[in-house]
């Protein structure tokens, strides 16, 4: 009988990934799941708080949409069968029924900035990891191998603590080879292309007309294209930007890649597609500082990341090591909170400052 491996899905882009990683393991029975919770998690998700995250309705029906489309099997939620191996896109939530396998984690992307939730979740790591989005991956250290997109990628997971010996630079699919989206039938050239965020709606503040108004400047009367994330709410964001920048035109749908290669300048604030704008070259602006960026940006293997993944997934499912498992000693710290208090001081209430 063929070894089974569940992916767990999330965002379509994750879910490309997963895709294109099972596809490299065609002598194992490879099943599917969107991104699922339980625990507080699932508190939440009931109460319809997750909606703008991969634990949402939203982002689960596009994934499933997804999975049918292309006839793959589908166990939601994981529980079918006793799987030898879990590929994971986010180590944010470490769901239950796969504590005791072995997990491998892949970066899907650029993560977050590290704010004031991300050293709170460094100091007190008994907090949900998610209160600081992305910043936090890799830091649940419940899987053998965390394939990352380039040695930038490495040294930062490094710095926030992740295990050195649990990295592998594998480059990660759909960043992997982007020369490939020269090839495209997009109709404009030599455009200004603004690829938004969804900021707003996962609950991070945006000046939006600040930053369409900054998008024209920039753009010095060329022509001004805006492509909407996938999580936004396209009518608000539409309807803003006719009113700020007037005879722009706005895509929601459509391969963000392949505009990226027809522009001649790219415009992101939190967004990977800043990283297929520096791999192609491009003239680019970002709220990352560029030479950080750089040294970020996902290696060039012409699309080989997902047979890279496909190697160490083989690897881990033939050697029969014990799996690490999740350990459930969260303890209370002993590091103090006066290094976050003092860094993030003009957040915090004057009288938590005075107390603390």
């Not at 030599?190 to 690829?195: P, S």
């Amino acid at each position: 009988m063929q070894k089974k491996i569940l992916f767990i899905c999330g965002s379509i882009n994750q879910t490309t990934q997963m895709h294109q990683i099972a596809k490299a393991l065609p002598e194992y029975e490879t099943w599917f799941t969107p991104y699922y919770s339980d625990g507080v998690e699932k508190v939440i998700y009931h109460a319809r708080l997750a909606e703008m995250t991969v634990m949402g309705n939203k982002l689960i029906r596009r994934c499933l949409t997804y999975l049918q489309q292309h006839n793959l099997p589908i166990d939601n939620g994981g529980n079918k069968y006793d799987y030898e191996l879990v590929v994971t896109c986010s180590d944010l939530v470490v769901q239950k029924n796969i504590r005791h396998k072995k997990i491998i984690l892949v970066q899907e992307g650029m993560t977050d900035p590290e704010n004031l939730a991300f050293h709170l979740v460094k100091t007190l790591p008994f907090l949900p990891r998610w209160i600081a989005g992305t910043s936090t991956t890799g830091l649940s250290h419940t899987y053998q191998k965390f394939c990352v997109a380039s040695e930038g990628y490495r040294d930062l997971f490094i710095r926030k603590g992740v295990h050195p010996e649990k990295i592998s630079v594998t480059g990660i699919p759909n960043f992997d080879h982007c020369t490939q989206y020269y090839r495209n039938d997009f109709p404009h050239k030599n455009f200004v292309l603004v690829c938004t965020s969804d900021s707003r709606e996962t609950f991070k503040y945006e000046n939006r007309k600040k930053f369409i108004e900054d998008a024209l400047k920039v753009a010095n009367g060329r022509h001004l294209i805006f492509k909407l994330h996938p999580n936004e709410n396209f009518t608000k964001a539409t309807r803003e930007i006719n009113r700020w920048a007037p005879g722009a035109l706005v895509y929601h749908t459509g391969s963000a890649e392949q505009m990226i290669a027809n522009c001649e300048t790219l415009i992101t604030r939190f967004s990977s597609t800043v990283y297929v704008g520096l791999a192609l070259g491009k003239e680019v602006y970002s709220d990352y500082p560029l030479d950080v960026l750089k040294k970020l940006t996902p290696i060039q293997n012409e699309g080989n990341s997902a047979s890279n993944i496909a190697k160490i997934i083989r690897n881990e499912v033939e050697n029969g090591a014990i799996p690490i498992g999740y350990s459930k000693s969260r303890l209370l710290p002993t590091a103090n909170l006066s290094p976050v208090l003092k860094r993030y001081s003009n957040l915090i209430p004057r009288r938590l400052r005075q107390n603390s």
